[in-house]
């Protein structure tokens, strides 16, 4: 069975800078695509950042871009999101997510197989 279990998330003032990190149970984190999203109240789930399952360039949404960092330990089976210069607008659950779908543009929620649960993330003086 596979689980994606998010955490890290909290309350954080304007500015400041968080880690998320997913641990993967039941996959072999190495050989999926990971992915962020992040859903914030009233809006559609939206694509944060991915890496893809072998050591290409990770890929950012440009909202984040140069904020955030993904990165991948395949020994301990986590893919974490480091996020700094966090802005109110950054203020969502965020989840994590992994495919095998080989499509080049794995930005679309519904081409990931398996999610997390998601950790909230609250950005506010």
């Known amino acids: 069975q596979v689980q994606l279990v998010e955490s890290g998330g909290g309350l954080v003032q304007p500015g400041g800078s968080l880690r998320l990190s997913c641990a993967a149970s039941?996959?072999?984190?190495?050989?999926?695509?990971m992915g962020w999203f992040r859903q914030a109240p009233g809006k559609e789930r939206e694509f944060v950042a991915r890496?893809?399952?072998?050591?290409?360039?990770?890929d950012y949404d440009n909202s984040v871009k140069g904020r955030f960092t993904i990165s991948r330990d395949n020994a301990k089976k986590t893919v974490s999101l480091q996020m700094r210069s966090l802005k109110p607008e950054d203020t969502a659950v965020y989840y994590c997510?992994?495919?095998?779908?080989?499509?080049?543009?794995?930005?679309?929620?519904?081409?990931?197989?398996?999610w997390g649960q998601g950790t909230q993330v609250t950005v506010s003086s």
């Open positions: 997510a992994a495919t095998q779908n080989p499509s080049p543009r794995l930005v679309v929620p519904g081409l990931y197989y398996y």
């Open positions: 039941g996959l072999t984190v190495s050989v999926y695509a």
């Open positions: 890496i893809p399952l072998s050591d290409g360039t990770p």
